[in-house]
């Protein structure tokens, strides 16, 4: 069978099939610690199940509109406008499945062939894939521990060409932990508005952050940033409703309306019941978001701890997501090497560096229980003895 050009073009993901072979090596039975997934492990808060059953009991079952449903759609803009201060109406949002979808319909509506995408590195895998899907070029741009993994304004003032239509900004990152100040945000801004592109703001860990770290959205900073900026984001890490596929998109009416009209054709609207779970994330009593980052706040502490007294790798302190982000350079493996020996040798899964643009670090998630951590991490550090 001839497959399609584009098939190609685009790596499987890595994450998912770490994942997937640390779930399917614990079904056999062994014994594996697992920090490699991308996903709290905490349920879904009761109070935002029991409202998606409501709304399946009341047969909220049937097809609705392609961008959502109108009360989601203004609960997420008033959500946007409360705690994000930014000016958008239902009709600058639409629902979708997922955080993933959101900027892969975000691709396809936006990015062209011989458009041009920057993405600093490391990046979160799946940005470069979907804008080759797209028929675009990913730009990467490298930093490193210098800036704290940080694109600096001088670095993405130099990577936009004529044929730059797109920065990929994600605060708090997926891998690195890390959380941009709102100086470092601003000017960044005023790069975007100076050279006229657009940015898609990833805010999809804007509630996982810790110590003295703030979030704010680029789009908030003045008028001119506003215009310029799409926000993507979801209810999967901060809600732990991973398996829900729920997310949005929020930017100029134009644009939505754009990525309503590739909906319509392609998924249609995200699971009605489910929709209404959402709603009760948002609308309802945020407790569960701080009790779920408190657990987070501490076993990122204990694995910090751990990995600071093994000698030979290092991890600067993450300000927000669930990751920490290992440097192994001193091992002398490839983040492929280290990642795959480490899951036969000690069964800890971690996922290589590699995917995210970086092949001298790894990514360990803490989205896992105390013990597991406290033993993957006795784990790790005769793993890291046996290699120096
Ligand atoms: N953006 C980042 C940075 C992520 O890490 C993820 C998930 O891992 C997503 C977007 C997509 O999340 P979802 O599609 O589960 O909402």
Redesign the pocket.
Known sequence: MKLAARVGEVTPSLTLAIAAKAKAMKLDGIDVCSFSA?EPDFDTPAHIKAAAQKALDEGKTKYGPAAGEPKLRQAIARKLQNENHLDYNAENVIVTN????S?FNLMLALIEPGDEVIIPAPY?LSYPEMVKLAGGKPVIVQTDAATEYKITPAQLRSAITANTKLFVF?SPC?PTGVVYTPTEIQALAEVIVEQDILVVS?E??EKIIYDDAKHISIGSLGKEIFARTIVSS?F?KAYSM?GWRL?YLAGAVELIKAVSTIQGHSTSNVCTFAQYGAIAAFEDSQDCVEQMRLAFAERRQVMLERIRAIPGISCAPPNGAFYLFVNISKTGLSSLEFCDSLLETQQVAAVPGIAFGADDHIRLSYATDMASIEKGMDRLHKFVQSQL
């Open positions: 991308g997922g955080g993933k979808h900027l979160w994600n997926n990833d999809i860990y979801g999967a991973t997310g």
